[in-house]
């Protein structure tokens, strides 16, 4: 048998293959009730698009029962039903496959084509902490979390603009957001000189206000890209300043940057100019407008401005019970107090003064922002989950640091090899849902994290942003209620030793995927809470 990564969406592609030319059938359950029974389902109406009456063959049951190929899991049997074929897998071989093999289930599935290239663009981080607001802070989230995940996946990021504030880098750090710093601004003369010569025919100079250096038209361009590229149509002209000449020069410094270094140790892409980039403009809601603005006055003056450039637009943020002028800075301060609030309530005594808990409650304070704002996608309103994510990987850290003190004592062996691990032993319902519902799927969701649709036609693009924390704080759920119920570390008697190993060795892989999805939100996994 092939040892290679199992996969959900090998297992699918090969289930609806099986079945014989048309349109996905298939689907991988993820409710414990129905796990009970199957794994995978293919409901009777969707059966009927390709058998008329809804009846499968017996030959194509028997083949799928028989399936095999490279990623996709073991099939025990596939059962006719009233609803629908029903399949369930061989739990114990794939409980081997995937336990044997925990680190290949913590990275994506596959890695982007070389040479492929984003430039991605915040133009909130232009100014100071104080004056961004929920909505830019959100943007800011999506960016960071956007190159974390782009990154990952192999592809080649540069981000923009280098943060230039002090203040704004000293939060950025608190808020582990990985951005570059920089301390002076990229030259223009060039846009300049380009400027120049676009507002002479403008000719429109004698309404400028003091520090603008003139305006240049842009409705001509707005209707040579059409009704599809989606720009507002109020868009007319646009008001050249030399701040706005530095923010184009220091997008097209970013672009000639990759062009003339590249990946380290990846080929270049066949499509080599900047043509062959995809610019990512990640702004809230109230900057969208301008950004269209930029967007086509750096076409207008830089006949080398990459033509594939997306608009990647974050919705507002609504914190109940506080004002909307609430400050990034301002809205730190209030989960870190609520965080410190909630700890003296459970520990019965103020720990903010503590050393030791400093960073424990400053690391709790950015997973709450965080997960509130990335829980959802970048247009919606998001939830707070990010301390119950951080407390379940505490009681992971907890549950271990408890097997290798009751080692040292004496009480439990060593761990053994993990091939000689017996995973029948795995039979709770609660294993399997860990298992096929979080560490199976993992590196499929992490290579949806990192896929832009940018050959979609349109300004627009959408990103998968939300779909690594709804993926946490489904798996702590689930962690939560099996640590409830079953106990892990047993008395210390040789006959149970067999059972407590195979537990621990998918607990091990739960961790792994857990510290994987935090480390693609920036945050480190804590010991204790």
């Known amino acids: 048998m092939a040892m290679g990564r199992l996969g959900v969406e090998e297992t699918l592609e090969a289930l609806n293959a099986a079945l014989g030319p048309g349109g996905p059938v298939w689907f991988k359950e993820t409710r414990a009730r129905h796990l009970r029974v199957r794994d995978f389902f293919a409901p009777r109406r969707a059966l009927r698009a390709r058998f008329g009456d809804g009846q499968v063959p017996e030959r194509v049951v028997h083949a799928i029962a028989c399936l095999q190929g490279p990623g996709v899991a073991p099939v025990l049997r596939c059962v006719p039903t009233p609803t629908g074929l029903a399949l369930q897998l061989q739990r114990s071989a794939v409980f081997e496959r995937v336990l044997g093999a925990v680190a290949a289930y913590a990275a994506p599935s596959a890695i982007a084509a070389p040479g492929r290239r984003v430039v991605l663009h915040c133009p909130a981080l232009r100014g100071g902490p104080g004056a961004l607001r929920l909505s830019q802070l959100r943007a800011v989230l999506v960016a960071d979390h956007l190159a974390r995940a782009l990154r990952a996946h192999g592809v080649s990021v540069r981000q923009v603009p280098a943060v230039r504030d002090p203040h704004m880098s000293t939060f950025l750090q608190q808020l582990r957001v990985d951005w570059p710093v ?20 403008a000719g429109d100079s004698g309404a400028l206000f003091p520090g603008a250096l003139g305006s240049v038209r842009l409705k ?9 590229a989606s720009y507002d149509p109020n868009l007319d002209s646009c008001l050249v300043t030399e701040d706005l000449l530095s923010v184009l020069a220091e997008l097209q410094e970013a672009v000639q940057h990759q062009l003339e270094e590249g990946s380290p140790g990846m080929a270049a892409a066949p499509d080599t100019g900047a043509e062959g980039y995809l610019v990512v403009h ?15 006055l750096w076409r207008k003056l830089d006949d080398q401005a990459p033509l594939r450039q997306k608009h990647l637009v974050c919705g507002p943020v609504k914190v109940a019970g506080v004002p909307g002028t609430l400050t990034a800075p301002e809205y730190y301060e209030l989960r870190h107090a609520q965080v410190c609030k909630a700890s003296a309530l459970k520990h019965g005594r103020d720990l903010a003064q503590d050393p030791a808990w400093t960073e424990i409650f400053m690391v709790l304070s950015v997973a709450a922002i965080k997960f509130e704002m990335l829980s959802t996608a970048p247009q919606s309103q998001g939830t707070k989950s990010g301390t119950f994510v951080m407390y379940n990987c505490a009681r992971l850290a907890t549950l271990f640091e408890g097997y290798e003190c009751s080692m040292e004592q004496g009480l439990y062996p060593t761990f053994p090899p993990v091939s000689s691990l017996d995973f029948s032993q795995l039979h709770d319902e609660g294993e399997w849902l860990l298992l096929f519902n979080s560490v199976l799927p993992f590196p499929d969701l992490l290579s949806h994290t990192a896929a832009l649709a940018c050959t979609a036609p349109g300004l627009h693009i959408t990103a998968r942003t939300e779909m690594v924390c709804k993926f946490l704080v489904q798996l702590s759920m689930d962690f939560s209620s099996y640590y409830n119920r079953v106990h892990i570390l047993g008395e210390p008697r040789p006959h149970l030793f067999g059972q407590m190993f195979a537990r621990l060795q998918l607990l091990r892989a739960v961790r792994e995927v857990l510290h994987t999805g935090l480390a693609m939100l920036g945050l480190p996994p804590l010991s204790h809470i």
């Open 220 to 228: 001509e361009l707005v209707d040579e890209c059409g009704h599809t």
């Open 182 to 201: 920089a301390s002076e601004r990229t030259a223009n003369e060039a846009l300049r000189s380009r400027a120049h010569a676009k507002l002479t025919s």
């Open 282 to 296: 990640v702004v809230s809601c109230e900057e969208e407008f301008q950004q269209q603005k930029l967007d086509l």
